[in-house]
């Protein structure tokens, strides 16, 4: 069974920092691109960033680009997420996902429960 | 940036019967699209791929239909676990949800 579990989520002043962590199981994590998708409260969900297999390559939305930083480790069969400079319209539940398709466009099959982040002072 | 716009925002249905849901692209995404649906407190679950191709364990009762700007969620025979928001997504250039439908109980 595939499972994503996303940690690290909480409460922050504007400007500051978090890293998200999602550990993977039950499928071949390194064969998968991975990415980051959010929900603000009561919104719709916003793609965030997408991370290749290796992790050599990274994309981000426009809004996060600078400021976020995805990164993964295979052996630990984990994904991340690093937040600086944090604003409150960062305020969501942030998703992990499992990216499927091709490396031209990705569909989201599998999801984590999420993780609330806080933006506030 | 390719903006998806789903209709409507609120479809009141009862159960047994058809559910139509919209979505359109500003541009064309040839079938680069999914759907997903979510329930109060839960993660999306993927429903739809490729416009038309039903995710592993997706009931027969889900069909997807369309192509380059105007696709179609189907929903027949409504059971009470389909009440729920349903999100479309194009995955053609970048990566961008509808703002969903929400599907509720006539």
């Known amino acids: 069974e595939v499972q994503l579990v996303e940690s690290g989520g909480g409460w922050v002043q504007p400007g500051g920092s978090l890293r998200l962590s999602c550990a993977a199981s039950g499928f071949s994590f390194r064969s998968y691109w991975m990415s980051w998708v959010r929900q603000a409260p009561g919104k719709g969900l916003e793609w965030v960033a997408n991370?290749?297999?290796?992790?050599?390559?990274?994309f981000y939305v426009d809004s996060v680009k600078g400021r976020f930083t995805g990164s993964r480790d295979n052996a630990k069969n984990s994904l991340y997420l690093q937040m600086d400079s944090l604003r409150a319209e960062d305020t969501a539940v942030y998703y992990c996902?499992?990216?499927?398709?091709?490396?031209?466009?990705?569909?989201?099959?599998?999801w984590g429960q999420g993780t609330l982040v806080t933006v506030s002072s | 940036e390719i903006v998806m716009t789903q209709s409507p925002a609120t479809l009141s249905v009862s159960p047994g019967a058809r559910a139509t849901l919209s979505c359109r692209a500003s541009q064309s995404i040839d079938s680069n699209l999914a759907w997903y649906q979510q329930k109060p407190g839960q993660a999306p679950r993927l429903l739809i791929y490729g416009a038309s191709t039903r995710a592993t364990g997706i009931p027969a009762r889900f069909s997807g239909t369309g192509s380059g700007t105007e696709f179609t969620l189907t929903i027949t025979s409504l059971q009470s676990e389909d009440f729920a928001v349903y999100y479309c997504?194009?995955?053609?250039?970048?990566?961008?949800f509808g703002q969903g439908t929400k599907l509720e109980i006539k």
């Open positions: 997504q194009q995955y053609h250039f970048w990566y961008t």
């Open positions: 996902a499992r990216g499927s398709g091709s490396d031209f466009g990705l569909y989201f099959d599998q």
């Open positions: 991370i290749r297999q290796d992790g050599s390559l990274t």
